[in-house]
């Protein structure tokens, strides 16, 4: 029980106070008799005392006198007069209740047993304690008739059972001793009876034993001897049989109970109250006493008695021989008053309610005990309710074993309503489920209006009384939270009742009511604090009305149903004041910005963690929001998705001013680089936190709560296409930003690719390129490791795209060396590797471009030397012999043959169809010329004629030739067979027919054995003709810019001679 229960705050115990219940209390007169009385039970004390209870008289004087409260004199006064009140008559209350195993002394083997007891006032032997002889005489020798008691006889047993109880009185209980003994009744039997009754030896013994003995005369079984002295005020056990004589020594145990009592008590209570009144009295002082000394050491009282209060009220209740019932009836009177008034563990009340329950007989009480009984029941259950109904008061969890105690109450009310005794003698059996129910309803609404005055504002505006109604609110939600989580439980399993759902669904409404009341006059006029005062209280409702959820069931609307309703007029303050903050932070993150990394790991500057956490502040403001309209809630996502796209926006224009003010007041260059790398950091970070925005704003569930309300394409149009939009804005100024990167990276590759193309031809390529891929190494990694991937990959693409337009003006200035060509070539295969970096860089694909493609292979012509190019000259013919179908200047066919042991190459010319005719008669002079190209490998090779066949386009030729080559040599590039069909003119130079070429690295045989070249098995071989383009090709024109070499100009010219007899136009 908790101090506030019965102990004011401000109280102390043992005062009194107007809200303090001192019925327990006495009047002085009153206390002075019962004191009286318990002075008289100890001073008359009887028994040897429990090894639990307090031996020593004077320490229970002592206590009694503090219990009491009694000065030195007037316990001396009343002392004086227990002294000389008559002492009470002293009494043995003795109960014989049975016995076992005792003697057999009928010839039956039986015998008919009954007991003789009283008390002798003065025994000799048990005077003399040292004295080991058994006493020989025997109850009706020590003491008088008329004080000795016999109990019935039981017939033919050896297991005897009266259950008698005998009230003995003495006076010494130093001197005075009990005796019982116990006899075989006998009685007068012929003798045939008794040899009717013989069944063995010993019953024959018997027969004549009883011949010799007077008749009539009853048989000895055994005795018990006691001092009064060694008795304890109760005792109940078994006792041996003692013999007179050793000729049976074991004759059996005797089961007896005893209680040393008084009669005639001479005090005042004892003699105008009754023993049951006068002990609860007794008990009522000492408990409350034992509490009230427990809460002096802050220490509640869990029901425990202390030795002293023990020993006086058990040396009272024996004394005025109180039953174990009346004893229990006593406690609960006493317990279940004191209970009302002072702090102790409800427990204590359990042990009566189960002893009262198991003992319970109507009967055994009079009319004003059960109406003092009756009473006590009522007066608890209204009691115990109405401290159910300030549960929240009464067992703070602030203070320790609340729930325990409160645990402890329910059970008790449970327990008592279950009684049979409260259902008997209470007639209006309560419906205590009902009652605490209502209970706890008023309960609820009395501490919802105490918390409404206790934070009820002192200066009454809106502000203020927006702050007060969000603490009433973080109040009423903690009483539900603790109501849910902890003291539900008790009530639920005690009496089925959901505390939670009454405490929910009073204080919903009384919420609901009292907000209402109070924002009545609210409107868009409104000041900043007072809206910020209702954002707080708007978010306190929500969490109060989200605990419904916890609701089992209901029916039914709730109050607080609609309440986002009552503060619709302030969202737009709320969402202005959301984006100002933003905005603020923004700005001030941004001045504060010294626009380097933050960490080592990391490549943005600290602006995007202030602008990041703003996102995430808006975003927690959606959530918080949490706005139950849909239509509005759309209209509410496109305002903040509408100032996030606004901050992002103003971000990058003053990231990139904030760049330009530090590049300026420092005027380094190189950090000016630093700068605007993470100037696109933060860019590129603010896009990933834009791209990021449908996710945590949960668009989705926006969709799919608006679809009855809003067409989806408006919503794809308002929101998507805002977002859309402004990524766009900031991928734009991502570019600018790499743009304006790569562009102070391209004046430095521009001057070293310059440095490159001018520098000497006897430097070697390898070292040409060292100043330009420092520069790059250097620059590059600094950019990679201050860009993030995207950004650097982007940076990548724009310095290739350069670096080609360079090296391609670089390659097209006439009249440069191989050298000069050569170094370019190297320069871009460097590049090329080095803007890869094995897969880190840019892929392949986006460096082989048509630009670098079309650049690699003029630099590889360039950088080539002219037999190299004619070589590629031929690959390039040959290449086009194989992709030409059409035969519209005919074609030659022939049979070559490769013979590896001779190294010799054998073709057959077999003949030509199809030739254009070039004389004036319509008709042909053809025949074939066979040179082996290019010269420069085959110079000792001379060139091979057929004959030549007059007027025919289709001649047969049918001509074998041989030549003399190295197969190695036929494994060149761009060896061939040049078949070149003339049209012989005696009068001028021959007119070109055609010209075809036939790989030498395909002729059969080249690769085969010797004996796996048969000539007969050489397939024909068709070659159509074709022509020269008249314009010639690259190869070409690059040989005759090579002025100088003689081989060079011969080649070009005979080309040039084909070309112009060429038919093919462009």
């Known amino acids: 029980m908790d101090a506030a229960h019965e102990t004011p705050t401000g109280t102390l115990p043992g005062k009194e106070s107007p809200e303090m219940d001192l019925s327990h ?79 057999g002394k009928d010839v039956s083997g039986f015998s008919d047993p009954y007991c003789l007891l009283g008390i002798e006032a003065r025994s000799q032997e048990l005077a003399h304690p040292d004295h080991k002889k058994r006493m020989k005489a025997v109850v009706k020798d020590l003491i008088p008739e008329d004080q000795i008691h ?13 259950d008698e109880t005998f009230i003995l009185e003495f006076e010494d209980v130093e001197m005075a001793s009990f005796h019982l003994d116990m006899w075989d009744s006998d009685v007068m039997e012929s003798v045939r009876h008794k040899l009717g009754e013989l069944t063995d030896l010993h019953g024959l013994k018997r027969i004549f034993k009883d011949a010799r003995k007077d008749k009539g005369q009853d048989d000895f079984l055994g005795n018990v001897v006691l001092r009064l002295k060694d008795l304890h005020c109760w005792s109940d056990q078994w006792y041996l049989l003692e013999p ?154 602030s203070v320790p074993r609340s729930t325990e105690r409160l645990q402890s109450l329910l059970r008790v009310l449970v327990q008592m309503c279950k009684m049979k005794a409260f259902r008997e003698l209470c007639t209006l059996s309560p419906d205590l489920p009902g009652m605490v129910s209502t209970a706890l309803k008023s309960g609820t609404m009395e501490w919802f209006h105490m918390q409404k005055q206790h934070l009820k504002p002192m200066v009454k505006s809106m502000e203020e009384n927006g702050r007060a109604l969000s603490r009433l609110l973080v109040e009423v939600v903690g009483d539900l939270q603790q109501c849910q989580k902890i003291w539900n439980k008790f009530f639920l399993n005690t009496f089925k009742l959901n505390l939670f759902s009454i405490a929910f669904l009073e204080l919903e409404s009384l919420v609901a009511e009292h907000i209402q009341e109070q924002l009545h006059e609210i409107d868009s006029s409104m000041s900043k604090p007072t809206a910020e005062s209702l954002f707080q209280l708007y978010m306190n409702l929500q969490e109060l009305y989200r605990m419904k959820d916890f609701l089992p069931k209901r029916e039914g609307p709730l109050a607080l149903r609609n309440f986002h309703q009552w503060f619709k007029e302030a969202v737009p303050q709320w969402l202005q004041k959301a984006y100002t903050i933003a905005l603020e932070r923004t700005q001030r993150a941004i001045q504060m ?39 509005e809630a759309f209209m509410i996502m496109v305002k903040l998705v509408e100032d996030m796209c606004k901050i992002a926006l103003m971000y990058c224009r003053l990231i990139k001013e904030r760049a330009e003010a530090l590049s300026l007041s420092e005027q380094n260059e190189g950090e000016a680089a630093n700068r605007l790398c993470i100037v696109v950091n933060n860019i590129k970070q603010l896009r990933l936190l834009i791209l990021r925005l449908p996710l945590q704003l949960d668009w989705a569930q926006l969709e799919q709560r608006t679809e009855a309300v809003i067409d989806p394409q408006q919503i794809q149009h308002t929101l998507h296409n805002q977002l859309d939009s402004t990524v766009s804005c900031l991928d734009h100024e991502i570019r600018d930003v790499v743009q304006a990167l790569a562009t102070k990276l391209e004046k430095g590759i521009a001057r070293h690719i310059q440095e490159l193309s001018s520098s000497s031809d006897t430097q070697e390529p390898e070292d040409s390129i060292i100043p330009l891929m420092k520069f790059l190494e250097s620059e590059l990694q600094y950019l990679n490791e201050h860009l993030v991937q995207e ?57 082989h471009t048509a630009a670098f493609l079309s650049l690699e292979t003029h630099l590889a012509l360039c950088s080539s030397t002219s037999r190299k190019l004619i070589q590629k000259y031929f690959s390039n013919r040959i290449q086009q012999q194989l992709d030409t179908n059409s035969e519209k200047y005919g074609a030659v066919t022939i ?77 060149q590039e761009g060896a061939c067979l040049l078949l070149t069909v003339f049209d012989y003119d005696t009068l001028g130079a021959n007119d070109l027919e055609g010209e075809a070429f036939f790989p030498l690295c395909r002729l059969p045989g080249l690769d085969a054995d010797e004996d796996q070249v048969n000539a007969g098995q050489v397939p024909q071989t068709r070659l159509p003709l074709t022509h020269p383009k008249p314009t010639g090709d690259e190869i070409l024109r690059l040989l005759e810019s090579r002025k100088g070499d003689k081989e060079a100009q011969a080649f070009v010219k005979l080309r040039k001679q084909r070309a112009k007899q060429s038919k093919e136009t462009e």
Not at 294 to 317: C, F, K, M
Not at 807 to 830: D, E, I, M
């Open 25 to 103: 209390r006495f009047s002085k007169r009153e206390l002075v008799l019962l004191y009286e009385e318990v002075l008289y039970t100890i001073r008359h004390r009887l028994g040897k005392p429990e090894h639990h209870h307090v031996a020593d008289s004077q320490e229970l004087y002592a206590y009694v006198q503090k219990a009491f409260g009694m000065d030195e004199e007037e316990h001396r006064v009343i002392m004086q007069q227990v002294k000389e009140l008559e002492s009470p008559v002293f009494c043995l209350k003795a109960t014989v209740k049975e016995a076992k195993g005792i003697l």
């Open 150 to 162: 016999r109990t019935q006889v039981i017939s033919q047993t050896l297991s005897p059972v009266w």
């Open 244 to 397: 007179r004589t050793e000729t049976y020594p074991n004759r059996g145990q005797c089961h007896l109970q005893f209680l040393l009592t008084h009669k005639k008590r001479t005090t005042i209570s004892s003699r105008t109250q009754p023993s049951y009144t006068v002990h609860r009295h007794l008990l009522q002082q000492l408990v409350s006493y034992e509490i009230l000394q427990h809460q002096a050491g802050s220490i509640t009282w869990d029901g425990e008695l202390s030795r002293h209060a023990s020993t006086v009220l058990y040396l009272h209740a024996t004394q005025k021989d109180l039953s174990d019932f009346h004893q229990v009836m006593a406690q609960w009177l006493a317990y279940s008053k004191l209970y009302q008034s002072l702090e102790f563990n409800s427990n204590c009340l359990l042990h009566q309610i189960t002893s009262i329950e198991y003992q319970w007989v109507q009967e055994r009480l009079r009319p004003e005990q059960k109406a003092e009984l009756a009473e006590s029941f009522q007066s608890l259950l209204t009691y115990g309710v109405s401290l159910i109904r300030r549960f929240r008061i009464i067992f703070p969890l």
């Open 593 to 631: 910005d010294q626009l380097t990394p933050f960490g080592e790991h990391n490549k943005h500057s600290t602006s995007t963690v202030d602008l990041s956490t703003c996102y995430a502040q808006i975003v927690k403001t959606w959530q918080q929001l949490s706005w139950p309209d849909p239509e």
């Open 791 to 847: 950004n650097f990959n982007s940076l990548l693409a724009l310095l290739w795209r350069h670096t080609l337009a360079v090296l391609s003006a670089a390659a097209g200035q006439l009249g440069s060396s191989t050298q000069h060509y050569k170094k370019l070539h190297y320069a871009l295969k460097s590049l090329e590797r080095c803007f890869h970096a094995d897969g880190c860089g840019l892929p392949l694909e986006t460096l």
């Open 895 to 971: 049979k070559a043959l490769y013979r590896p042991s001779e190294q010799k190459l054998h073709v057959d010319v077999l003949n030509a169809v199809n030739l254009i005719p070039l004389d004036s008669n319509g008709s042909s002079d053809p025949f074939v010329q066979l040179t082996l190209e290019p010269r420069h490998e085959f110079p000792e090779v001379v060139a091979r004629t057929t004959q030549c066949k007059r007027n025919e386009l289709h001649p047969l030729f049918d001509e074998a030739f041989d030549f003399l080559v190295p197969p190695e040599k036929c494994r």
